[in-house]
């Protein structure tokens, strides 16, 4: 699967100061001046198209922080972030202007994001509808409750098509019947192969709507994954923590104190921190009269540094700015003419399939989420959803057709109910068959404790009557199609991790996480199952 967010040993610091003189000690002084406090400390995690992550900790976590460096509100202080097009954060109130009212308010936001008078006329209407303020969007966002400002914010963000979607928060305020429309839209962007991150105190809204967890405590990152594997470990620290004394709390909060001020390294640190402090400065301030004397020369110093430093400032700006908009320019002529090349190929491709269906390899894809919605029209604005389907799952394509409105393409197969259906060319993808099946089957076989693995592939295609006893083993279990054949059978198989199965197996070629994975054979698709997330317990095999 393509990467979307990249986060490589990222931090971000920030200074506090007691008074604005020290801002100019802290810049004059060649150590520097004032109390250092990491909002984040050494972040590093990989998000992947079509993600839904849930984003958790306790207050004061850094929850907001990586919320405005995934967007760019903010620059990182060290290390370094890759995002794969364009993030929008939605958080209360976050971009709006109090003064103005919420049609003004959506086409200033528009302006800026680089749209332009006909674009935001053509959006407008979605965007009022989608936010259901009635109307209010006809008077000042001062007056707006917070609800009011979530859903404004919402609708801004999802109907301006963001590559990476970022919200903190904003579900929080609004009604059931809101945060379920709001669902449904995090839903198409995932069949788009767009990624969101949802910030959320509420353990229940991340189980509900993500599908991975990022666990942050005192700016670092705590665990990481599915889930189902992190959402357990998380309620547990809360209960844990809850039933600690007073005096454990404090002793506890004053070590993230000095962990967040950087006195405490994070190898040294405990490893369950929840209540976050803010740090001290380990710095000694100069006496009264040098401190006076210095303040008084970064004045004088500042009187003659500042318009020159504001100058250079603004020309360097104007510069990246005049490259930035050459680099978009580029940037989207390029995507024009790849997108157009690919509808080229999708129209070229359905053309030849129709002249030479005999001769043409079917165009077999496999689902590279855990699950996806079926379609009854190639569509998204229009369509219903009709079924779903499930990672590692074959689609035969039977036609290959642009969607009217949005940048990806849509897969037309038959479901095993043979009704016809739609899916998004985002989930699904075309797989390279393994080199040698025999020497996978015989490796599996041997450490996975599986060792009538081979002859059970010789059973596809017979009834349950030809396989007679073969067909009731205590540990197998098989699926039959309409003509009584066999058509999948999947075996409990020893606790096996992930980490010794890409040892002895090497990398599979499609992955949901750390809970299923997928090999591809030469004539059998493996796909193996973690119950808890931790170790492989099941592998089912399909014919090709």
């Keep these: 699967m393509d990467t979307s967010v990249v986060f490589k040993n990222v931090t971000k610091k920030y200074k506090m100061y007691n008074k604005t003189s020290e801002k100019l000690l802290d810049l004059a002084l060649p150590s520097g001046y004032g109390k250092d406090f990491y909002a984040l400390q050494n972040i590093s995690f990989v998000a992947e198209k079509g993600d839904i992550i849930g984003i958790i900790g306790v207050n004061g976590a850094g929850k907001s922080t990586l919320s405005n460096l995934i967007s760019g509100v903010i620059p990182p202080s060290k290390g370094s972030i890759k995002i794969d097009g364009d993030a929008a954060l939605i958080s209360i109130g976050a971009g709006l202007n109090n003064q103005l009212?919420?049609?003004?308010?959506?086409?200033?936001?528009?302006?800026?994001?680089?749209?332009?008078?006909?674009?935001?006329?053509?959006?407008?209407?979605?965007?009022?509808?989608?936010?259901?303020?009635?109307?209010?969007?006809?008077?000042?966002?001062?007056?707006?409750?917070?609800?009011?400002?979530?859903?404004?914010?919402?609708?801004?963000?999802?109907?301006?098509?963001?590559d990476v979607l970022v919200i903190d928060e904003a579900l929080s305020v609004g009604d059931k019947i809101f945060a379920q429309k709001c669902l449904d839209?995090?839903?198409?962007?995932?069949?788009?192969?767009?990624?969101?991150?949802?910030?959320?105190?509420?353990?229940?809204q991340v189980k509900e709507f993500c599908?991975?967890?990022?666990?942050?405590?005192?700016?670092?990152?705590?665990?990481?994954?599915?889930?189902?594997?992190?959402?357990?470990?998380?309620?547990?620290?809360?209960?844990?923590?809850n039933k600690m004394s007073k005096a454990e709390k404090k002793q506890f909060n004053q070590m993230i104190m000095d962990k967040r001020s950087g006195k405490l390294k994070a190898d040294t640190a405990e490893n369950d921190l929840s209540v976050l402090g803010r740090g001290h400065s380990t710095r000694k301030k100069p006496k009264c009269k040098m401190k006076r004397l210095v303040s008084s020369f970064l004045i004088l110093l500042a009187i003659v540094i500042i318009p020159a430093s504001i100058i250079f400032i603004k020309d360097q700006v104007t510069s990246h700015l005049l490259v930035n908009r050459?680099?978009?320019?580029?940037?989207?002529?390029?995507?024009?003419m790849e997108s157009a090349t690919v509808d080229q190929a999708d129209k070229q491709q359905v053309t030849v399939a129709a002249k030479t269906a005999n001769e043409t390899p079917k165009d077999i894809r496999y689902v590279q989420v855990a699950s996806g919605y079926v379609r009854d029209t190639p569509n998204l604005s229009t369509s219903q959803r009709i079924n779903t389907v499930n990672f590692g799952e074959q689609i035969i394509?039977?036609?290959?057709?642009?969607?009217?409105?949005?940048?990806?393409?849509?897969?037309?197969?038959?479901?095993?109910n043979g009704q016809t259906g739609w899916i998004s060319d985002k989930i699904a993808m075309k797989l390279a068959s393994n080199n040698d099946e025999n020497s996978f089957v015989s490796k599996f076989s041997n450490f996975a404790q599986v060792p009538q693995l081979p002859e059970i592939l010789t059973y596809f295609?017979?009834?349950?009557?030809?396989?007679?006893?073969?067909?009731?083993?205590?540990?197998?279990?098989?699926?039959?199609?309409?003509?009584?054949q066999l058509k999948e059978?999947?075996?409990?198989?020893?606790?096996?991790?992930?980490?010794?199965?890409?040892?002895?197996?090497?990398?599979?070629?499609l992955r949901q996480g750390v809970k299923m994975y997928l090999y591809h054979g030469e004539a059998h698709d493996f796909i193996l199952t973690s119950i808890n997330g931790v170790t492989f317990n099941k592998v089912t095999v399909k014919p090709l």
């Design 101 to 162: 009212t919420g049609r003004e308010n959506i086409e200033l936001k528009c302006l800026m994001l680089g749209f332009t008078k006909q674009e935001i006329q053509d959006l407008m209407p979605d965007i009022i509808e989608f936010a259901e303020i009635g109307d209010f969007i006809d008077q000042p966002v001062k007056s707006y409750s917070s609800g009011m400002k979530s859903r404004l914010g919402f609708a801004i963000s999802v109907n301006i098509d963001p």
């Design 185 to 204: 839209k995090m839903n198409s962007f995932k069949e788009k192969g767009k990624t969101i991150f949802f910030i959320s105190h509420s353990s229940g």
């Design 211 to 241: 599908q991975k967890a990022l666990w942050l405590e005192a700016g670092e990152v705590k665990a990481y994954g599915t889930v189902e594997e992190i959402i357990p470990q998380y309620e547990q620290f809360i209960n844990v923590f």
């Design 326 to 336: 050459e680099q978009q320019a580029e940037k989207f002529v390029n995507s024009t």
């Design 397 to 416: 394509v039977e036609q290959v057709e642009k969607d009217p409105a949005e940048n990806f393409n849509w897969l037309k197969f038959t479901l095993n």
């Design 461 to 484: 295609g017979k009834t349950e009557q030809e396989l007679g006893t073969a067909a009731k083993s205590n540990n197998t279990a098989m699926t039959y199609n309409q003509n009584g």
């Design 489 to 509: 059978v999947s075996l409990t198989i020893k606790g096996v991790t992930p980490s010794r199965m890409v040892a002895q197996l090497g990398e599979p070629v």
